[in-house]
Nanobody, 125 residues
Framework: QLQMVESGGGSVQAGGSLRLSCTAS???????MGWFRQAPGQEREGVACIHWGGDRTYYRDSVKGRFTISRDNAKNTLYLQLDSLKPEDTAMYYCTADRWGLYDYCSGIWSPDHWGQGTQVTVSS
């Protein structure tokens, strides 16, 4: 069973940056990977995901140009660079993995196979 641990969350002021990391317990070569987030009282939403081949990415419209997803398969690690943060980015961020998943699996209602425990991102104005 693939296990994942997120890190890098924290509290920043608007306009600041954070880098989230997600390290898996085993090889992620066969997994499309992605980040979801959920704010209190709101529905969970897909933020960004990357194909298992590493060649295609998806971003939700509200984070395009500000967030960058990447992966390092040699380190079994997924990253999310968060720049120009806004208060509305405040949420718990979850790392996910979907075996042989589509590059945009996080864009709709598909629920990925594996989830991390989450890391909190708080952006103050």
């Amino acid at each position: 069973q693939l296990q994942m641990v997120e890190s890098g969350g924290g509290s920043v002021q608007a306009g600041g940056s954070l880098r989230l990391s997600c390290t898996a317990s085993e090889s992620i070569d066969e997994y499309s990977m992605g980040w979801f987030r959920q704010a209190p009282g709101q529905e969970r939403e897909g933020v960004a995901c990357i194909h298992w081949g590493g060649d295609r990415t998806y971003y939700r419209d509200s984070v395009k140009g500000r967030f960058t997803i990447s992966r390092d398969n040699a380190k079994n690690t997924l990253y999310l660079q968060l720049d120009s943060l806004k208060p509305e980015d405040t949420a718990m961020y979850y790392c996910t993995a979907d075996r042989w998943g589509l590059y945009d699996y996080c864009s709709g209602i598909w629920s990925p196979d594996h989830w991390g425990q989450g890391t909190q991102v708080t952006v103050s104005s």
